[in-house]
């Protein structure tokens, strides 16, 4: 089993920063694929953002592109959201998952193992 835990959610206003980790531990994975999800409140679970093993492919929704940055730290086993010019439309409740393939995916049921989720609010 692989459990995943968020941290860094809260309150801020629009315009400010915040930047998530999610850090996974238990059994050992060779690679995987990393990714962010969001869910608000009456709305389906959303594709954020996804990052290869080696960082060195990442995918977006338009939505928080060129504002959102995804990386990661295998050595901490930790992947990371950086979150900049944030909107009140990017409350949620956002989560990380673990992809144990090497393929990114955006569609959430081909992800295996997932946070509990942290909570993102940004007030106008």
């Known amino acids: 089993q692989v459990q995943l835990v968020e941290f860094g959610g809260g309150l801020v206003q629009a315009g400010d920063s915040l930047r998530l980790s999610c850090a996974a531990s238990g059994r050992t994975l060779s690679s995987y694929i990393m990714g962010w999800f969001r869910q608000a409140p009456g709305k389906e679970r959303e594709f954020v953002a996804a990052?290869?093993?080696?960082?060195?492919?990442?995918r977006y929704v338009d939505s928080v592109k060129g504002r959102f940055t995804i990386n990661r730290d295998n050595a901490k086993n930790t992947v990371y959201l950086q979150m900049n010019s944030l909107k009140p439309e990017d409350t949620a409740v956002y989560y990380c998952a673990l992809r144990p393939v090497v393929i990114i995916s955006r569609r959430p049921d081909e992800y295996d193992y997932w946070g509990q989720g942290t909570q993102v609010t940004v007030s106008s």
């Open positions: 990052i290869s093993w080696s960082g060195g492919t990442t």
